[in-house]
């Protein structure tokens, strides 16, 4: 079974991995979890380049924190665990990399 888990850090994304974690299904998984992060529209903009480049370090380092713990968390599946952090609109992003993968979930 392949399945994309769109997360966003959140309180209610943690809590619909703990949810998933719990139904261990018997049969492989192929796991891939996916951030998507919304990018500025005008990043040429002087004001945006005053801040976006720190903003986007954290923003990957916060990722990357949350994409471990779910990792760590998803450890029970047979079968594989991928993480990735798309850009852009999170439902065209979700719904792209779902089409890419041919997830079942």
């Known amino acids: 079974m392949k399945i994309l888990f769109?997360?966003?850090?959140?309180?209610?994304?943690?809590?619909?991995a703990h949810f998933l974690q719990r139904l261990r299904c018997t049969e492989p998984v192929s796991l891939t979890v996916l951030t998507a992060v919304y990018l500025p529209h005008h990043l040429e903009s002087a004001s945006v380049n005053q801040w976006f480049p720190q903003w986007r370090e954290e923003e990957r380092e916060r990722i990357d924190s949350h994409h471990h713990e779910l990792t760590?968390?998803?450890?029970?599946?047979?079968?594989?665990?991928?993480?990735?952090?798309?850009?852009?609109?999170?439902?065209?992003?979700?719904?792209q990399h779902a089409e890419r993968l041919d997830v079942d979930l």
């Open 72 to 95: 760590e968390l998803f450890r029970w599946a047979k079968g594989s665990v991928e993480t990735i952090q798309g850009d852009g609109n999170a439902a065209h992003c979700i719904l």
């Open 6 to 16: 769109a997360t966003d850090g959140s309180e209610y994304a943690s809590r619909t």
